[in-house]
């Protein structure tokens, strides 16, 4: 990791270095501290993007000390964190790292917490700055958030005071309206940081400059040269043992609501203003303002639900969902998503935007396609077109990450054969690094006060809004039997009927 070329720290020389700041974990014994936040904060320690004066409180339940948690947190670095440097600069960072055991329905701890933050402050002289980090069950988010208040730990005498709470923000646009309004309370909204950890991956990101640095794509990314748009989020993974949570939660609130959602705004969004936060999230909002509302009785045609049923991937005898532990036998709980989308702008009119998103399918793969029109007139016979294709340009999120462009192309030699080549751009070759975890830029511009690539209250509104008549179409169908996919393949066969009576057909990856 010390050797890796690390993008990040050519930012943050444009940017800032964070000033000197407390990051307090909640949730530090749970499994995203371990397999994501302590390796990102680990990795730039490494690469010397953290303050001097740097400190990591971690809160959670379980008996333990310090030196207790350290030594987990060793574990999970050497499991986590890739390359992981030399053993001094690992300790190095592990004394930075401090335990604090309390139960976050009680008040006591945080006025011991507020203690320690001051002690921090008159004996090291870490400055009043601190960032927490909400990585728990959502379900205690309103008590975490309220003893912070109770404790006057939402604002700070000398310093800035942040919040980064992880997703899921809210299950439905009354509950997320109503941990906003109790978030709101407490914090001011330029305090509040929700994370949408696609949000921070560099492929992402660069949708942004794909098309606001190049000029030649603006004349073309509109309704009169896209025939539609195809969004795939692929998980060869199934409910890893955490059944009981999926039940409550489903591929929509899941992947839909957020990841999926979001790059369908990067896709469709107008230029903004500059590249801030305030003008990015206007126009992503404006884009999820302009998306056709499904009316309840659109929800049975343009929208599929599936689950998967038993079958084998990659060598694998695994079982359906329904069998996974957590799940009742009777579940109705989606795990694969299919819908049809339209944009009602001038830009968007009729252009079809579809997305896919589903577990245990074939392939664990992300992108965007965009299907361009044919050619107005076709000058070359049926004959020679041994396969009929349109242009696609793909923007591959992950894995293999990069752009790819599909045309037509003469075979070589006497005969006029065409044939679609595809033309290939990708970040590995191309820069011959690996991109940072989305945890590390994410932390980084948190440290820093950016929140351009975190989700603003009315964004994250905006896409609950769009999705609640599907969740009331769904409760008023009550138990079915979804529609099943076998594991390993790419869906139901409802999701193909879906484009074939667009005379379409889903992209094969
Ligand atoms: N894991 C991921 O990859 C991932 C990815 C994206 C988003 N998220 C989101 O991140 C959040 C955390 O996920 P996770 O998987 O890390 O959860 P987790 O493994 O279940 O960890 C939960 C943590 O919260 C603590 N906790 C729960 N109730 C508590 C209480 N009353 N008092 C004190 N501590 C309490 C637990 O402490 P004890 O163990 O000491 O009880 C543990 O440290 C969730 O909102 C999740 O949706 C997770």
Known sequence: ??????????????????????????????????RKLVPSLYSLHVEGLLPQDFKIIAFARRDKNDEIFRNDMREALQQHAGDIGNSTRMNQFLSLIHYHRGDFNQTEPYVELARSLEKLKSERGITGNRLFYLATPPSTYDAIIE???????????????????????????????????????VFAEDQIYRIDHYLGKETVQNILVFRFANGIFE????????????????????????????????ITRDIVQNHALQLFCLFAMEPPAAIDS??????????????????????????????????????RRLPSYKEE?????DSATETYFAAKFFIDNWRWADVPIYIRT?????????????????????????????????????????????????????????????????????????????????????LLDALLGDSTLFT??????????????????????????????????WGPAQADGLLRNDQREWRRL
Do not use: C
Request: glycine residues 8%; aromatic residues 8%; positive net charge.
């Open 1 to 34: 990791m010390a050797d890796r070329k690390n993008p990040l720290r050519d930012g943050a020389r444009l940017k800032r270095t964070p000033q000197a700041s407390t990051v307090v974990i909640f949730g530090a014994t749970g499994d995203l501290t371990k």
């Open 147 to 185: 003893n912070l208040g109770a404790a006057k730990l939402n604002k700070s005498t000398s310093g800035w005071t942040r919040i980064i709470i992880e997703k899921p923000f809210g299950r439905d646009l009354r509950t997320a309206i109503e941990l906003n309004n109790v978030v709101e309370r």
């Open 219 to 250: 004349p073309i990314w509109n309704r009169r040269y896209i025939d539609h748009v195809q969004i795939t989020v692929a998980e060869t993974l199934g409910v890893e043992g955490r059944g009981n949570f999926y039940e409550e939660t489903g």
């Open 278 to 315: 305030s003008a990015v999230r206007n126009e992503k909002v404006k884009v999820l303002q302009a998306v056709k509302q499904f009316r309840e009785r659109d929800v049975d045609d343009m929208v599929v639900r599936g689950q998967y049923a038993a079958g084998s991937l990659m060598g």
């Open 325 to 329: 532990e957590g799940v009742a036998p």
């Open 358 to 442: 589903g577990k245990r399918l074939p392939k664990r793969v992300t992108e965007i396609a965009i299907y361009f029109k044919n050619a107005p007139l076709q000058m070359f016979s049926e004959k020679a077109r041994s396969q009929v294709g349109s242009n696609v340009l793909a923007l591959r999120i992950q894995p293999d990450e990069g752009i790819s462009l599909r045309f037509d192309s003469k075979v070589p030699g006497p005969s006029s054969f065409i044939r679609p080549v595809t033309m290939d751009f990708r970040y590995g070759t191309s820069f011959g690094q690996t991109p940072p975890d989305a945890y590390e830029r994410l």
């Open 456 to 489: 603003r209250s009315d964004e994250n509104q905006m896409a609950w809004r769009l999705l609640d008549p599907l969740f009331k179409r769904w409760e008023q169908l009550g138990k079915i039997e979804l529609p099943q996919y076998q594991i390993g393949t």
